[in-house]
């Protein structure tokens, strides 16, 4: 199951950290763009060739001390077809390198539809007789707030592929609750929570060797009552947590979405690895890439404080 692959190089690691591969303009040294400008013109093209060089760059200082790299889909599509080219690009040399690749893109939606997108992310397109990966992720993250009718696909795909899918409980943005906490009349269960079990429920159809099944739930840093509340309750549901850093979430606001032998949860950085080299005093924007390593052994030492050694079951 595709979460026990994730799981093994977590404790390998002995780093419960993904490291957001988000990629803007701004966050690029000036000499990458340069390069790929005189290569390409100030062109989409040219940006694209620039995010790909530094995706690369980081995957590289990272993929010996980080298990889990998650690019989000949006920053790849806004330069266009160049841009997802990058995107499918960053997925395949992520995983030439051992890393385990969460694509970030909240798909939502039902029947055949849905089923395009599963097969899209994580399985594969068949042209005439002929079958291809279009972008080979090992894990996607999924809107189920259309119920099972938006999941069944991604779990039939998943079944046949070996892949995963975290689905989305208690989101880390400041307006969440304004959906996520409401509580149903008939037993007084948050909207969040009662997501949670559903997470629980089709995880049946994916379990995995290690206890967690192959439906993971995003549970967001900034909010750690809730991320304590759900480890309690959903015991085989594994949890990818944003909000981390940059949003406000800190190591010890996450200790509760870890179980006794640390595992439970892989937690999200992107802009603090990303764009460490331009918080860091006297930082060479060449040095771009050690800095992101720096700032993951960091949060490494923070989280694994936390969650003491990582055991398998």
């Excluded at 990629?23 to 620039?50: N, S, V």
């Excluded at 990818?240 to 006794?260: E, N, S, W």
Aim: include cysteine.
């Amino acid at each position: 199951m595709a979460l026990d692959r994730l799981i093994e190089n977590i404790v390998e690691k002995q780093n419960p950290t993904v490291a957001g591969l988000d990629p803007k303009l701004a966050y690029i040294p000036q000499f990458i763009k340069d390069a790929a400008f005189e290569k390409y013109g100030k062109t989409l093209e040219g940006a694209a060739e620039a995010l790909l060089v530094y995706n690369k760059a980081l995957i590289d200082a990272l993929c010996d001390i980080v298990p889990a790299v998650k690019p989000q889909s949006a920053y790849y599509e806004m330069y266009g077809w160049q841009g997802v080219k990058t995107f499918a690009e960053t997925v395949a040399y992520a995983k030439s390198k051992g890393m385990f690749v969460i694509t970030d893109a909240k798909r939502n939606d039902i029947g055949t539809t849905m089923e395009a997108y599963a097969n899209a992310h994580l399985g594969i397109t068949d042209v005439d007789g002929e079958s291809f990966s279009a972008f080979g992720a090992d894990a996607l993250t999924v809107n189920g707030y259309l119920g099972s009718d938006g999941i069944k696909p991604v779990l039939s795909v998943s079944q046949k592929m070996d892949t995963g899918m975290f689905v989305l409980v208690k989101t880390s943005n400041p307006s969440s609750g304004e959906l996520q906490n409401l509580t149903l009349s008939e037993n007084d269960e948050t909207i969040y929570f009662h997501m949670g079990k559903l997470c629980e429920e089709w995880g049946n159809e994916l379990s995995g060797k290690y206890g967690y099944s192959g439906v993971g739930a995003v549970v967001g840093a900034t909010y750690p009552e809730q991320l304590t509340e759900l480890r309690k309750a959903l015991p085989h549901t594994f949890f990818l947590v944003p909000g981390y850093g940059a949003q406000g979430g800190t190591a010890d606001d996450i200790a509760g979405a870890f179980d006794k032998n640390g595992l439970g949860a892989v937690v999200n950085s992107s802009r603090g690895i990303m764009c460490a080299w331009q918080k860091e005093t006297d930082c060479k924007p060449e040095d771009f890439a050690l800095a992101a390593r720096r700032e993951a052994l960091k949060m490494k030492k923070l989280l694994t404080d936390v969650t003491g050694k990582i055991t398998l079951p």
